[in-house]
């Protein structure tokens, strides 16, 4: 397990996001309320811009068009990061 930084676009603090688990999971860790509904992917309740870094899902295809995907769209409830990312609500 790796341990990389999750920062939400407009916030000073930095969260700690580990990679075995979802960038949901870190914020709630944290303290970050943050929009949330069915947790597999498919809802997208929880949908945000990937403003930086990299992220990757334990699941084939989330409930993203591969257009969303190309735009930096991520679904935070099982997006797991592979590198310090940066996110803003959609």
């Not at 603090?13 to 709630?28: G, N, P, Q, R, V």
């Not at 309320?33 to 997208?44: E, H, I, K």
Request: glycine share 6%.
């Amino acid at each position: 397990m790796k341990t990389f930084r999750l920062q939400i676009d407009g916030r000073e603090t930095d969260i700690a996001a580990h990679s075995d688990t979802s960038l949901f999971a870190s914020m709630t860790r944290a303290g970050v309320a943050w929009p949330v509904s069915c947790r597999n992917g498919t809802c997208r309740t929880c949908i945000a811009r990937l403003l930086q870094g990299q992220v990757r899902y334990e699941i084939p295809w989330p409930g993203l068009s591969p257009e969303e995907k190309d735009e930096g769209y991520c679904l935070p409830c099982v997006a797991r990061p592979m590198s310090d990312v940066v996110i803003a609500r959609a």
